[in-house]
Each structure stands twice: as structure tokens, then as C-alpha cells.
């Protein structure tokens, strides 16, 4: 009899590590998009900006009901690397552009005595934006002579999963459902250019996902909003460092129909720097880190790495 009540509660674990797995997949089977300070400056017509990113982040979240299998918590770490390459264009005497994101990831969960982790691509992305006011579109020549100036723009991003996915692993790197994500920008400056005050905010709306890792369900999510403040100052012409606050809320999971009792109520708090390159690029360093979140959800910290040049 104990035997079989231990099975059980074996049986149990696995069930509690299965879905801490699924929820983790969730929220990061495609390496985020986090945004950084001055993210959105302008740029000439007619180019080419590329981004090459590379991030990495632990998270930690508590398990309950299996301290009996020496496990707390899981345990989440994550490379993640995305190729993001942009046109600009000039969109009726405005700065528009259309990019295409490309993501990797190399995840792995552990819970006490067990493991898991997946690499492979994420979901591809594809990215249409505009400028409201503020960013003209400029020729390279007339690019070099320009002000910057208090400004404002629409992005509108699209994820498809092209991913890799397979629902009997418990961890993706692809998440089996497309998302379409709006973000708004309002980006002031005081002193062309040299400090900027920052204001990004994102609604990310997910389609469904009909055949769930670790679950023969359907999963859904509400709605995910973001809103993020950034504030940075020029040290030198070619040399800056930022102080940025990230919050998130909403986002719950629904396992067919079953609300998951995740939503997100989060705040993170990060710091960075920028510097420009000559004939090399842009180069941004950035740390953030939870300080705040909901009883039960994973808390953490991230380090991003990337490397913007523009052609």
C-alpha cells in the first residue's frame, strides 16, 4: 500500500514537473523581445540596419507538493539569439521600415532529479512599423545634418510557427500558434539627442495552440500587455548609459478551458549602456532583473548582448 501511494505521488511529480515545463515553454519558447533604451531612433532611407542579439537569462520558479522528491523549485536557463534585418523605407515623408526577425534558443529546465531542454529555432517574425510624428524620412546626406528630435511610432509585430516543435517534448523552442503584437512609442528628447525619455507600450494577442506539449489539451492565453520606461544620457557623442523599468500583467493560460492561475503582475528594473563604433556598429549591453512578481511565478534576471550597424 505505501508502495502504491508513493507510485502515486511519484506519478504526481512528474505531473507537477510536466507542467511547470509547459508553463515555462509558454512564456519562453520564443527568445523574447524585451526592448532596450533608444530602440526606435531613426534612420536613413533607403538602408539596411541590422541586429544581431544574444541573450542570457535564469529564471526560477517554486513547485509546490513535491518536497518529498527534494524538489522546490524549477530551474530555467536559456541562451537565445535572434538575426533581425530591416529596410528602411519612406512611408508618405515618414520613416517606416519592415524587418524580419529570426530567433534561436538553447532552454534547460531542471527540477530536482529531473531534466529537460530543447535548442533549435524559434518562431519567425516579421515586423511593419511607421512613424506617428517627429522622424522624417531623410537621405543619408540629409541624415548627417539632422537634429534628432522628440518623436513617435507604430510597430506592429507578427510571430508564425515556422518553430521548432514537437508536442510530446515538454519544452519548444517554437510555440505551435501564431501572435501579433501592436507597440506604440513615445520617445522625448530635451536636447537633441542627448538625453532621451522613453515610453514603449505592447499588446501581444496569441492564437491558440490545438496540441499542447505534455498535455493532450489546447492551450490559449488572454492578451499580454507591456509597458516599459527608458531613460538615457550621452556620457561622450558615442557613449551613453540607461536606467530602464519593465512591467508586465495579464497573459493567463487556459488548459481546455481551465484557467492556469499565471497571470502576470511583474516588475523588472534594468540598466545598460550604448556605444557607437566607427566603420564597426552600435553596440548595447543591458542587465535586468525581477523585483517583483505574483506568489508562485518564476523570478529571475537577464543579460542581452547586441550588436546594431547600419548599410
Not at 530602440?39 to 509546490?64: E, H, I, K, M, Q
Not at 501592436?182 to 532621451?196: E, K, L, M, Q, V
Request: glycine share 10%; charged share 15%; hydrophobic share 40%.
Amino acid at each position: 500500500m505505501n508502495l502504491q501511494v508513493n507510485m502515486l505521488s511519484f506519478h504526481g511529480c512528474c505531473r507537477l514537473f510536466g507542467l511547470a515545463c509547459l508553463y515555462l515553454a509558454i512564456f519562453f519558447s520564443t527568445p523574447a523581445f524585451a526592448g532596450k533604451a533608444r530602440d526606435y531612433l531613426n534612420a536613413p532611407v533607403n538602408t539596411w540596419v541590422t541586429f544581431y542579439n544574444l541573450g542570457f537569462s535564469n529564471r526560477v520558479a517554486p513547485v509546490d507538493g513535491a518536497a518529498e522528491f527534494g524538489i522546490s523549485n524549477v530551474t530555467t536557463d536559456i541562451t537565445s539569439q535572434s538575426l533581425i534585418v530591416s529596410r528602411i523605407l519612406d512611408v508618405g515623408g515618414r520613416t517606416g521600415g519592415l524587418s524580419f526577425v529570426l530567433p534561436h534558443a538553447d532552454i534547460d529546465v531542471a527540477a530536482g532529479p529531473f531534466a529537460t531542454g530543447e535548442t533549435g529555432f524559434g518562431d519567425v517574425g516579421i515586423v511593419a512599423e511607421v512613424n506617428i510624428f517627429g522622424a522624417p524620412a531623410l537621405s543619408k546626406e540629409n541624415f548627417a545634418q539632422w537634429d534628432p528630435e522628440t518623436f513617435a511610432s507604430f510597430h506592429l509585430m507578427t510571430t508564425f510557427p515556422t518553430g521548432s516543435y514537437d508536442s510530446n517534448r515538454l519544452v519548444n523552442t517554437g510555440s505551435n500558434r501564431w501572435s501579433i503584437s501592436p507597440t506604440i512609442n513615445y520617445s522625448y528628447t530635451p536636447d537633441a539627442g542627448w538625453t532621451w525619455l522613453e515610453v514603449y507600450a505592447t499588446a501581444r494577442v496569441f492564437g491558440d495552440n490545438t496540441d499542447a506539449p505534455g498535455a493532450a489539451a489546447t492551450l490559449e492565453q488572454d492578451p499580454l500587455y507591456q509597458i516599459e520606461f527608458h531613460a538615457s544620457r550621452n556620457l561622450t557623442p558615442d557613449f551613453w548609459l540607461t536606467a530602464d523599468v519593465y512591467y508586465d500583467w495579464g497573459g493567463e493560460t487556459h488548459l481546455d478551458s481551465v484557467a492556469q492561475d499565471n497571470a502576470a503582475d511583474t516588475w523588472r528594473l534594468g540598466a545598460g549602456l550604448g556605444w557607437r563604433i566607427p566603420s564597426v556598429g552600435t553596440v548595447f549591453l543591458n542587465y535586468e532583473s525581477t523585483v517583483s512578481s505574483p506568489a508562485g511565478q518564476p523570478e529571475g534576471e537577464t543579460v542581452r548582448l547586441t550588436l546594431a550597424k547600419v548599410w
